[in-house]
């Protein structure tokens, strides 16, 4: 038996459990191998202070160190069940004005004080004459304590059995369908997150990630010269700030039928005239649609062009020019959390140990206000400062210890129509028009420009859904797109979607929610791409 001392002079988890390799490796484990300090354990404190103690004697004037234990289960229909547990440590130094880092995935004291000189070191090494310092402002009331994401069910205590019959169960009802078939994909991670700083911090967190994928096809056809296709995807849940309830209550198996005849319909396309048209988005598509445009293009290190060799820039830049303008229809209100119940992106603490902030990011169609962290709240205009003050917003985000923090798009909200009705009421009120159900959207690197591939689109006509539409997308640039805004729906029709975006170089995954209402725009451009079958253009 290891004990935790040992572990920490002599070995890590990683050589335990997994063998050499670096921080992303992954392997299924029979067993998890339960030696890392877990939330409470002293150690984890020693081994926080040996790095921050080794930064500060190598000249860092600030430092912090973040610890993980990440446990990650996946299950698909024809698949073994993968069962893995990785450990991360990095550290983050301050010296001359600039960040260095450091990581590993062992856990030992040795290596801790090596990742605080080093971190340091680089930090010295980045100086560059001309290079503005990093400012960190007044640093926040020191994070301390422990929390754990509420969920009713740990799926790490359900058996590898249930979650298995789970999704055999929708495997087997998909085959009574003639020629249907479903593939079903669902994923659950754990992860504790320890972070301390030389300004007093001291705290662990754990947080949940629940995602389920399923792929429904009626018949193998998948034609590419007419473009005949009858397959209908969907993601069911996720990813979400959840347990194992999230599966129970999804109702994977009430959805097959549905799923099925949208997708049957699919193989015999109707043509439709290309041009612009009133559009009805339901819930899950306006999220979509909220988090590729506004939700990112409001990170503050892409309006800063911070991101522009990795995962982008920005159309709403620079912010001197942008904050307090109109950016969409008066009928746009959207705010911004961390604390949004089952939110994906919902923590105690952000991963730089600062308590994230409740703000609004477009107010009635202005901008007020971007996604920051410590590093580059002093780059907002004073105006549109908390306080006037350069306070972080608590939107630091970083895959793993391994991974550097960045701004990551927080929780959203799109701020219901208070007499606003119900999706089937906003299609009431089109004649002649198209509804998009789902769907993804496709960005180019400032979130200008962009296509939406609907999960299904559906003719209306005099106010009612008519026939499922193939092959058909539409194109925007964001600030028309959210000029054309004309209504939004209530209260009661707002659903939670969750998103997931890579960002940095590496890149690395961050995940959050968005929740939305069905939305009417107008003047929308539908393209037709199907290739091979006729379309006409519309005058």
């Not at 995935?105 to 310092?133: F, I, S």
């Not at 895959?399 to 119900?422: C, H, M, W």
Request: hydrophobic share 40%; aromatic share 8%; glycine share 10%.
């Amino acid at each position: 038996m290891v004990t935790r001392r040992e572990f920490l002079r002599a070995g890590s988890l990683a050589a335990l459990t997994v063998g050499a390799g670096g921080p992303r490796l992954r392997r299924a484990l029979a067993t998890p191998v339960d030696v890392a300090p877990r939330a409470g354990d002293p150690t984890l404190r020693e081994l926080a202070m040996t790095a921050l103690d080794a930064a500060r004697a190598a000249g860092a004037t600030y430092a912090d160190v973040r610890l993980t234990v990440t446990r990650t289960q996946s299950f698909r229909y024809a698949s073994p069940p993968l069962d893995a547990e990785h450990v991360e440590v990095g550290v983050r130094a301050l010296a001359h004005g600039n960040w260095g880092f450091a990581a590993s995935p062992d856990w030992t004291l040795d290596v801790l004080a090596r990742l605080g000189r080093e971190a340091t070191a680089q930090a010295k090494a980045n100086a560059w004459r001309g290079a503005p310092p990093v400012e960190l402002g007044d640093p926040p009331p020191p994070a301390t304590g422990t929390w754990v994401m509420p969920v009713e069910r740990d799926p790490f205590s359900v058996a590898v059995e249930e979650k298995l019959d789970y999704i055999r169960a929708a495997e087997a009802y998909a085959r009574t369908f003639r020629n249907g078939s479903a593939s079903s994909v669902i994923v659950f991670e754990r992860q504790e997150r320890t972070f301390a700083s030389t300004d007093g911090a001291f705290c662990t967190q754990t947080v949940y990630d629940s995602l389920g994928h399923e792929s429904f096809f009626s018949v193998g056809v998948n034609d590419p010269v007419t473009y005949r296709n009858g397959r209908r995807l969907v993601g069911f849940v996720g990813p979400t700030g959840a347990g194992y309830e999230v599966f129970e209550r999804g109702k994977l198996l009430d959805l097959i039928p549905q799923l099925y005849e949208e997708a049957r319909r699919q193989l015999d396309p109707k043509p439709f005239d290309i041009g612009r048209y009133e559009v009805v988005f339901d819930a899950g598509a306006m999220a979509t649609l909220v988090d590729a445009t506004i939700g990112t293009a409001m990170e503050l290190d892409r309006a800063l062009g911070l991101e522009a060799n990795a995962g982008g820039t920005s159309y709403l830049a620079p912010p001197e020019r942008v904050l307090g303008s109109a950016v969409a229809s008066p009928l746009l209100t959207i705010t911004a959390d961390r604390s949004m119940p089952g939110g994906a992106a919902t923590v105690q603490w952000d991963a730089e140990g600062v308590a994230p902030a409740e703000f609004t990011l477009v107010d009635q169609g202005i901008a007020t206000t971007y996604a920051t962290d410590r590093t580059l709240a002093s780059a907002l205009p004073a105006a549109n400062r908390n306080d006037g003050a350069p306070h972080s917003l608590g939107c630091a985000v970083a895959e793993s210890a391994g991974t550097v923090p960045l701004i990551y798009t927080p929780n959203l909200t799109v701020q219901p129509a208070r007499d606003g009705g119900s999706f089937e009421d906003l299609v009431a009120d089109v004649a002649d028009g198209f509804a998009v159900v789902g769907g993804r959207v496709y960005m180019d690197y400032q979130q200008l420009t962009g296509e939406g591939e609907p999960e299904v689109i559906y003719r209306i006509r005099r106010g009612k859904l008519a026939e499922v539409v193939s092959g058909a997308a539409y194109l925007f640039r964001s600030p028309t797109m959210w000029k054309n805004l004309v209504a939004l729906g209530g209260p009661e029709s707002a659903v939670v979607r969750g998103m997931t975006r890579e960002k940095g170089q590496p890149s690395q995954r961050a995940v959050h929610s968005v929740r939305a209402v069905p939305a009417r725009f107008k003047d929308v451009s539908l393209v037709d791409l199907r290739g091979g079958v006729p379309t006409r253009q519309r005058a």
